[in-house]
């Protein structure tokens, strides 16, 4: 007899509970692919075929009294109890020992050492650590994610473990350094061997991290639990999703979880497991693309998937179309078969493949054998602070941040310390102060991990002649052969060495930077013998430096270059195609904040030196800078701005280099899981609002602001469209940042995105947004479509 599927789906889940949850999702949503636990309950390859082809009923000879045989594919038997999460989580022997927990004692000074319990929950990404604090602020610090580790440092290797040498075996002595402005987590453990295995552990979770694919995580999905369980808990349906790494806002899941238990007896049935995972995966925005280019609605064939990829301006090819159904359909029925389900094409979407970030860009791609002079070159001010210039911490961890982001310059203020050995620090305030030595040793650790290009010191000298000396000798004995003593050739005079000369140095090259201060007689030769290109010269005139060598740069206040940009913008874009110049900020910036730099580069400027430890708009910007080229520090420099004749002004581009117009249209869709303000009441929800802006040349600066949407944090949609005309694309950056908005004080920040615009795909493209201090935001992200069009095509 002819039966209905959902006459069809009653009768198997009564005679075979097991896969009733599996039969509810294909018929109850027909022309939406399987949630994740699908692709291994298929009753039958005629029915998981039937569902796709979005026959909503099929003819099927069955008897009451006659048995269905099924045999769904289970990749595994399914077991008869259930394991631990530890042991699905990961099978390493060091994260074994994190997750079982260790006691430590906390270190802050040699007088304040506390007794803390260390351990690694379940989701394989948080540690937490015991106290007996109940503020909000210390449970925010009682607990942190290994994303958030910049590195770990074994041994005495911080300010304040190494004031408790001699007492304390250094083997059992770990330091953890976060990212952005946290402190530095000091730890003694009881063994040299348990220091080492969470030093490692944290080390291998991040690298798991980092490299697991979207559907990776998602095959880990305990499927035996979603089997086996009738019933499940909030805490089990979130532990779930944590173990695949499915972030979600918390008062969102508790919510729709509530919206769900329909019984409302705190627990999901099978029914209301479905209808969570449903609404857990639901994108409208994603659906209307996918049903744009799917012919039947329900799935995406290889030649549509092909369409959506030419419309991207991305490889068309059969071929990889192909490919990106082996890699991110979750479906093996569809994967076998060469469809794309609603839910692979939002795995696809939502992967690192479609950022909206080039991924040619990661790496290093541009020509690196030109003179140092055309190129923007990372660069950090007062490198050794973690706030302030005047009451602030010097620390070496600041000098780990700004190398781990990529920076290529950083500077030391050298002054004479007790016992003659010099110090770093902001001299003449109440800055503290970190020895001379502990700063190299760090600096050579550190310098080339992030980035194998040259490493300019730039040294700020104020020591005697005497402490000049010991400098050299710490400078030679620590970084040997790492430190460039001598010229690379005899053509020294002639020209800048290029960044791939440390390529052909084993990858290490120093270049110090010698400043001479005021007040010191003179300098010591064993320190000036070092000082082999880039010696620092006051600036007196353009004419004057033209006479120069390219070895000789000079350094400008913020408010000196600024003005040589917008006075003489053609000149100071000649003076920087072949000599280096440093910008430095304003001394009267006591908090340490930040000058524009796009102001500078787009005068030419190199060195434009931020405060990296001062979060903001300047650093995004700079952050955004020096995203592409694979991180390592170095942009090449528009061909304008290298040409010793270039006639470029950026006060006046008008038909002149560097003059391309070209109209970009921004469509902003929708966003994803946005965050609340950490000062934020509980019960308070964001009203999120989209700035989208531009940032280059005067003429190119422009912003534009969404309309805000209330009471809505998790997927506010806007989809409203901006159109921005660049006259100098080659130097703009696009900003995306989302904000809180507030009736009554500020606009909160809640988070950003910013990147060059030869770096921005077209399309349909997920911006990732950032922190304030750069680091990840995730899950929170926008869904934009971007169209860049030349003028001349219009």
């Not at 003179?371 to 780990?400: C, K, M, P, R």
Request: one cysteine or more.
């Amino acid at each position: 007899m002819a039966i209905n599927l959902k006459h069809l789906a009653g009768n198997i889940a009564s005679r075979y509970p097991v896969l009733s949850l599996s039969v509810s999702i294909f018929l109850s949503f027909p022309c939406y692919a399987p949630l994740p636990v699908a692709p291994f309950l298929f009753c039958s390859p005629s029915l998981s075929f039937t569902f796709i082809s979005t026959s909503l009923s099929f003819a099927l000879p069955l008897s009451p009294s006659t048995p269905l045989h099924l045999s769904p594919p289970f990749p595994f038997p399914l077991p008869s109890h259930a394991p631990s999460l530890s042991v699905l989580l990961i099978e390493d022997e060091d994260v074994k020992v994190m997750l079982k927990g260790s006691s430590m004692v906390k270190v802050r000074s040699p007088r304040w050492q506390r007794r803390r319990t260390l351990k690694l929950l379940d989701d394989g990404v948080t540690v937490w650590c015991e106290s007996d604090k109940f503020s909000s602020r210390s449970k925010a610090q009682q607990s942190f994610s290994v994303t958030d580790v910049e590195c770990v440092r074994e041994g005495l290797q911080s300010e304040t473990l190494r004031q408790l040498t001699g007492s304390i075996p250094e083997g059992q002595c770990l330091t953890v350094v976060f990212k952005g402005a946290r402190k530095s987590l000091d730890l003694r453990c009881h063994t040299d061997e348990e220091a080492q295995r969470w030093a490692r552990g944290i080390r291998t979770l991040q690298e798991r991290v980092e490299n697991m694919t979207q559907k990776e995580k998602l095959d880990k999905y305990p499927l035996w639990l979603m089997v086996t369980m009738k019933m499940l808990s909030y805490e089990e349906v979130q532990g779930l999703l944590t173990m695949i790494n499915i972030d979600l806002n918390e008062e969102y899941a508790r919510n729709l979880f509530k919206k769900c238990d329909r019984s409302c007896d705190g627990r999901l049935d099978h029914g209301e497991i479905e209808v969570f995972c449903r609404e857990l995966l639901r994108r409208p925005d994603l659906d209307a693309v996918f049903s744009r280019y799917s012919a039947n609605g329900c799935v995406l064939s290889t030649v549509d998937l092909k369409d959506f990829l030419k419309d991207q301006g991305e490889d068309s090819s059969l071929i990889h179309a192909q490919s990106l159904i082996l890699t991110y359909e979750l479906n093996e029925w569809a994967q076998k078969n060469g469809y794309m389900t609603p839910n692979g094409f939002t795995m696809y979407m939502l992967s690192k493949e479609n950022n909206v970030f080039d991924p040619d860009h990661a790496r290093v791609y541009q020509d690196m054998t030109r003179s140092l002079a055309h190129y923007f070159i990372s660069s950090s001010h007062n490198t050794y602070l973690t706030s302030d210039q005047v009451t602030g911490y010097s620390s070496t961890e600041a000098y780990i941040r700004a190398l781990n982001q990529g920076c290529r310059c950083v500077e030391l203020d050298c002054w004479d310390g007790d016992k003659g050995e010099p110090v770093i620090y902001h001299g003449h305030t109440l800055t503290s102060k970190v020895p001379f030595t502990e700063v190299i040793e760090t600096i050579a650790e550190y310098a080339f991990k992030a980035s194998p290009y040259p490493l300019i010191l730039s040294l700020e000298n104020h020591c005697s002649v005497e402490q000049q000396a010991v400098m050299a000798r710490h400078l030679r004995s620590i970084l040997g052969d790492k430190l460039l003593t001598k010229p690379l050739n005899e053509q020294q005079l002639q020209s800048l060495p290029s960044p791939e000369v440390g390529t052909t140095t084993m990858l290490l090259l120093y270049i110090p930077i010698l400043h001479h201060t005021p007040g010191v007689s003179k300098l010591s030769p064993e320190l000036s013998d070092l000082v082999v290109y880039t010696r620092s010269v006051p600036f007196k005139s353009f004419d004057q430096a033209a006479k120069k060598p390219p070895t000789e740069m000079s350094s400008f206040s913020e408010s000196e270059a600024l003005k040589h940009v917008k006075e003489s913008g053609k000149h100071f874009v000649r003076h920087n195609s072949h000599q280096l110049s440093r910008i430095y900020p304003s001394g009267q910036r006591l908090q340490s904040s930040n000058y524009d730099p796009q102001d500078m580069w787009n005068g030419g400027c190199q060195i434009v030196a931020l405060n990296f430890q001062t979060a903001g708009e300047e650093m995004d910007l700079n952050r955004g800078r020096f995203l592409p080229n694979g991180l390592c520090g170095y942009i090449l420099k528009p061909s304008f701005l290298t040409r010793p004749d270039c006639n470029f002004n950026p006060e006046n581009t008008g038909g002149g280099p560097g003059h391309d117009p070209t109209l970009l249209t921004i469509r902003v869709i929708s966003a994803q899981q946005l965050p609340k303000p950490e000062w934020d009441k509980p019960s308070s929800i964001v009203d999120p609002q989209v700035w989208v802006e531009t940032h280059g040349v005067p003429i190119d600066n422009n912003k534009k602001m969404s309309p805000r949407v209330d009471n809505n944090g998790f997927n506010p949609r806007w989809d409203c469209t901006f159109n921005f005309t660049l006259h100098v694309p080659e130097l703009a950056l696009v900003r995306f940042m989302v904000e809180d908005h507030d009736f009554t004080s500020r606009n909160d920040f809640l988070g950003q995105f910013t990147l060059p615009f030869t770096s921005l795909r077209t399309g349909y493209r997920h911006v990732h947004l950032l922190k304030v201090d750069g680091s990840s935001l995730s899950p929170t992200s926008l869904f934009i479509h971007v169209k860049v069009t030349p003028f001349f095509v219009l």
